[in-house]
């Protein structure tokens, strides 16, 4: 009884899923196959990706959750069907009844009851369609991506929502990440891309960057110890992906200009490279118009896009996206539907009502209006360090995101110093070593942010660690 149960639910899946269905028999066929020449599977001989070589064991061995598409397929299916099949508990017994959530700049966001019914219940693992379909229009819209007009097969750029971009960031790493790979990415970078690569085991493998960003000569000499006409066999050791914030980077406020996305994307194709795209801060960028995105600039189909609703709608409804080639958002999906099965039906309703009532251009003067707040934030921090920090320390001005990473001279680690003497001085930043691979190691930056804080306060603030640091010297 059970193995025919499976073959019905394997047939069924077959048929909800049939594109990643088929992607998954290709790839299949593609590591089974000898090698009968020195031709290796590269895009510009196969004319399409081959995906399965990134894929981690964990990732290739995930199969779509039988009850997770029972649950998709009874959603989709009309009220004339009697479901028996799904574990959802009955609405009914719920104590909440509706909602009524007051806007700033909109309509009122309203669930009444038949729609509060459906933000408490389960919901689809990839997200909700019709927010699906609004980001997918405002993707096109803000980066035209190449693969846009793909077939699936061939990397048709593709959507999923994640519970905050930290989960996409997670879920990729899982999904492409082996224990002993190299991994490039530029230090310093966000602590919470560490603290998801580090116990993977892998080899984090620094590109330096300066206030433009990852430098592309380095990243070339750094690539250069492998023989690009070797990266497909078994053995070889290169990078398989990159990993870089583009705009307004945490913690250094870098910002990555379009000829050196340009050339860091034709490396990537060299070696046939993924490039992870964490882009938070995008929505953050001060002058227009906006830096062209990795993702503009991908006709193969190995950008994987990070978004996030934290930095410009709230940070505790826990909304991101992960954009990119469909096979690779499925499979980060099916990692999904293993672990928190799907992002908050509730926060993803209350998010898609406000986007719609919006239209992408509400959507957009809601963005121009969280810029406008954020740069005179910058300016105030900006004044504040020319007035108090000057003689003690040196920085670039950003051009995007919400932090300054500052050097202090003479300071050869600042660990200490912001740790203890800034914390009994009440000033609270941080230290620049949390941002390194090794931690331990050195490091005379900080970081200040700029986000919360009123001007007022930022002038105290700097004035007390100007003091701290002439106490130290």
Not at 10 to 23: G, H, N, R, S, T
Not at 84 to 109: D, E
């Amino acid at each position: 009884m059970l193995e025919t149960l499976d073959c019905t639910l394997a047939v069924k899946m077959k048929q909800v899923l049939p594109l990643f269905e088929q992607d998954s028999l290709l790839t299949h066929r593609e590591i089974h196959q000898p090698e009968s020449s020195g031709q290796s599977l590269r895009p510009d001989i196969q004319g399409t990706m081959n995906y399965s070589r990134f894929l981690t064991a964990v990732s290739a061995a995930r199969k779509p959750s039988p009850i997770r598409i029972l649950t998709e397929l009874q959603q989709r299916s009309p009220p004339s069907l009697i479901s028996l099949a799904g574990g959802a508990p009955n609405p009914n017994t719920f104590p909440f009844q509706s909602a009524s959530i007051q806007v700033k700049n909109g309509p009122t966001v309203t669930f009444d009851e038949t729609v509060m019914k459906r933000a408490l219940q389960y919901s689809a693992s990839n997200g909700l369609p019709e927010l699906l379909t609004w980001m997918k229009n405002l993707q096109k819209s803000l980066h035209n991506p190449p693969t846009a007009g793909y077939s699936p097969q061939k990397g048709q750029m593709d959507m999923c929502v994640t519970t905050g971009s930290q989960e996409g960031l997670c879920k990729v790493f899982e999904m492409l990440v082996n224990p002993g790979d190299n991994v490039l990415l530029d230090v310093p970078t966000y602590s919470g891309t560490l603290a998801a690569l580090q116990p993977l085991g892998c080899n984090l493998i620094n590109v330096p960057s300066d206030q433009h960003g990852m430098i592309p000569a380095v990243l070339k000499e750094v690539l250069s110890r492998w023989d690009p006409s070797d990266v497909h066999k078994p053995n070889s050791t290169a990078p398989r992906i990159l990993y870089t914030i583009p705009n307004g980077g945490n913690p250094t406020g870098a910002s990555m200009t379009a000829q050196r996305k340009q050339e860091v994307y034709e490396l990537a194709r060299q070696y046939d490279m993924l490039i992870i795209e964490d882009d938070p801060y995008y929505f953050l960028q001060f002058d227009k118009p906006w830096a062209p995105t990795f993702l503009s600039m991908d006709v193969d189909g190995r950008i994987i896009r990070t978004d996030s609703f934290s930095k410009i709608l709230s940070s505790g409804l826990r909304i991101g996206f992960v954009t990119g080639p469909k096979p690779l958002v499925d499979r980060v999906v099916l990692h999904i539907q293993a672990s928190t099965m799907h992002t908050s039906t509730f926060t993803q309703l209350m998010v898609s009502q406000l986007l719609h009532n919006w239209g992408q251009d509400g959507f957009l003067r809601h963005i121009d209006g969280v810029i406008e707040f954020y740069r005179k934030q910058c300016d105030a921090m900006i004044s504040s360090a020319n007035k108090w920090l000057k003689d003690v320390a040196e920085w670039h001005t950003p051009s995007a995101g919400m932090f300054l990473w500052i050097k202090l001279k003479g300071i050869a680690d600042t660990q200490q110093l912001i740790m203890e003497k800034a914390l009994e001085k009440e000033v609270l930043l941080v230290p620049g070593g949390v941002f390194m691979i090794n931690s331990c190691d050195p490091c005379p930056y900080i970081r200040a942010a700029f986000s919360l804080s009123t001007p007022e306060q930022i002038d105290e603030a700097f004035q007390r660690l100007s003091s701290l640091i002439k106490e130290a010297l």
